[in-house]
């Protein structure tokens, strides 16, 4: 059975910094895509960042790029998005997501999902 755990959300202020893990068992994700999504109230989830199975690729959504970093241990079956600069605005309950493909930014795709942290930046 797969199964995700994500950790590491929390309350932090406007500017501060958050490294969120993502644990996957159940199965070998070392072919497996990883990604990150995210779902703010009364909004759609969207897409956050994704690393390809063979760490050579990454993909950042727009608003995050230059600010999140998402990393990933095969060995460990672990993906990461370190979060730094946190803003407001990226207040929302945080997913990590796994598919048997190269990268993907698009959610419907991913065929795993964790069950969210949330994360709190307040101004």
């Known amino acids: 059975q797969v199964q995700l755990v994500e950790s590491g959300g929390g309350l932090v202020q406007a500017g501060g910094s958050l490294r969120l893990s993502c644990a996957a068992s159940?199965?070998?994700?070392?072919?497996?895509?990883m990604g990150w999504f995210r779902q703010a109230p009364g909004k759609e989830r969207e897409f956050v960042a994704a690393i390809s199975w063979s760490v050579s690729s990454t993909y950042y959504a727009d608003s995050v790029k230059g600010r999140f970093t998402i990393s990933r241990d095969n060995a460990k079956n672990t993906v990461y998005l370190e979060m730094n600069s946190l803003k407001p605005d990226d207040t929302a309950v945080y997913y990590c997501a796994v598919g048997r493909f190269y990268i993907a930014t698009t959610g419907t795709m991913y065929d795993y999902w964790g069950q969210g942290t949330q994360v709190t930046v307040s101004s």
């Open positions: 159940g199965r070998t994700f070392s072919n497996y895509a």
